[in-house]
């Protein structure tokens, strides 16, 4: 396992659509332990395989509180189903997109559809932070970013910090 960079936005290549799997294999979960090490160092709750730069549909999740087991969770090729109409607003912050949080409203209650970590297929009726989660790694396999969800004003704003901040990194 390894520890990868994460992207981090405006970065262009978070904003390409990521491809469907198609096997489950070891190479895949060579990369999925190294997507569980980066996100638990981060630390994050959640992380898309585009995130450290691999434009794959995989997501990894782990929502175990800091006092409980970890709860590793594993999303090839997810889909998601049937999300309510119901909605619920979290306050979302991403790895990509660093300290900055803001609450963004989605469908409260969703089924997905996905492969697990041994390529067995999996149907999860999810609702509350897990439904919120799901979701908004789902968006990166779009391309999509939490701020996005946000007026424009801010967005803007948050990129403009984001490469400033980037610039004075690099010099
Ligand atoms: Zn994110």
Redesign the pocket.
Known sequence: MAIRPILTAPDPFLRQVSKPVERVDDALRALMDDMLETMYDAP?I???AI?IGEPLRVIVMDLAGEEEEPAPRYFVNPEILDPSEEMNVYQ??????PDFFDDVERPARCRVRYLDYHGEEQVLDAEGLLATCIQ??M??LEGV??IDHLSRLKRDRVLKKLKKEQRLAAE
């Open positions: 994050g959640g992380l898309a995130q979302e912050g991403c790895l990509s997109v908004h790694e968006d990166h970013l939490f």
